[in-house]
């Protein structure tokens, strides 16, 4: 009998989220099976995993890669519950588009697959995205879980990471047709940016972005504002959802949308010391303007958002100070 609350698997170890999350499960608990990308020659340094509180006892580490699905099977044997979070992120498209959302699909229907065969997995948490749901095509102020992504809107359009928004909103769709089929407890739960501190030593795609007019890259700013919730906070709802009774299909959990221009006023307010593009200046900023991600399905079943807008910018910004970006 596993000690604690049990064993977890949780796939792309190494990322933003997969590494908050073990941490997470770790200080609740639970024992952790993780998976990451082959290293033959030892380059990389996985001690920001190996040196997590309880790790030692509790945390075993997988080599495992999406493009082989069967490379899973191991780290998910024993396990009562799953949580999918690796994904290829190929945002400039470096790839055919079919390519990359064939290989998410295939590896994501592989890990189910060995979910289903384990015989002991109870349920799926499948990490999906804001993408999925908000690239409607229409301008629209608010969406939620019945909303999906238009493909075809996404595929003839190719607005910024539209290949990234494909894939996420097939594999979804499958992953969930998937569970019906089979009789699989799956459940997905939608992020939007994922902003706040982080473990792992490369600095998140969505910790930068969110963070453009603190790092002087307003060149590169893609969107109006921006859906954002606190990494800590989409740890902690993956797990509310594996721990639920009976949770059922898709989750938002984005407890805040914000302008650009928000985001200026917040942080040259409590930042004097950073160039802050004014209000004035980010006037002609141009670029989708997002939908906010309702979440009150999340809230309704019992989830509580723990931290405010300007935490999320404190805590991205002090540990981006602690690892040497600012």
Same mark, same amino acid.
């Given at each position: ?110 890990? *189910? ?34 909303? &999906?992504?238009?493909?075809?809107? *996404?595929?003839? *359009?190719?607005?910024?990471? &539209? ?164």
């Amino acid at each position: 009998m596993e000690e604690g609350k049990g064993r977890v698997c949780v796939t792309g170890g190494t990322g933003f989220l997969g590494s908050w999350l073990i941490k997470t499960l770790l200080q609740d608990g639970y024992s952790v099976n993780t998976t990451i990308r082959s290293d033959p020659k030892k380059k990389r340094d996985i001690s920001f995993l190996t040196n997590l509180p309880g790790a030692s006892q509790k945390l075993k580490i997988f080599n495992a890669d999406l493009s082989n699905p069967e490379s899973f099977t191991e780290a998910i044997e024993g396990c009562f519950g799953v949580f999918h979070t690796a994904t290829p992120i190929d945002l400039l498209v470096t790839e055919p588009e079919e390519l990359v959302t064939k290989r998410t699909i295939d590896g994501t229907l592989g890990i *189910l697959k060995a979910c289903l065969n384990s015989k002991t997995v109870k349920r799926v948490i499948y990490t999906s995205s804001g993408a999925a749901v908000s690239r409607t095509g229409k301008e629209e102020e608010a969406v939620d879980e019945s909303s &999906w992504s238009n493909v075809d809107y *996404l595929r003839n *359009l190719r607005p910024y990471g &539209w290949s990234y928004g494909v894939a996420k909103t097939l594999t979804e769709k499958a992953v969930l047709e998937f569970g019906e089929e089979n009789g699989l407890d799956v459940v997905t739960l939608i992020p939007p940016f994922v902003v706040g501190s982080f473990i792992c030593p490369k600095l998140p795609d969505s910790v930068e972005k969110a963070l453009v007019l603190v790092l002087g890259k307003k060149d590169q700013i893609g969107v109006t504002r921006m859906h954002m919730a606190h990494v800590d906070d989409v740890a902690r709802a993956h797990i509310f959802l594996l721990e639920h009774p009976n949770p059922k299909g898709r989750y938002n959990c984005s407890p805040f949308i914000v302008s650009i221009q928000q985001i200026s006023q917040l942080l040259s307010a409590k930042y004097p010391q950073f160039q802050i593009p004014t209000v004035d200046e980010l006037k002609d900023i141009k670029g989708p303007k997002q939908p906010e991600l309702i979440s009150k399905k999340l809230i309704d079943a019992g989830f509580v958002f723990k931290y405010s807008l300007e935490e999320m910018f404190e805590d991205a910004i002090e540990c981006c100070k602690e690892k040497g970006y600012l």
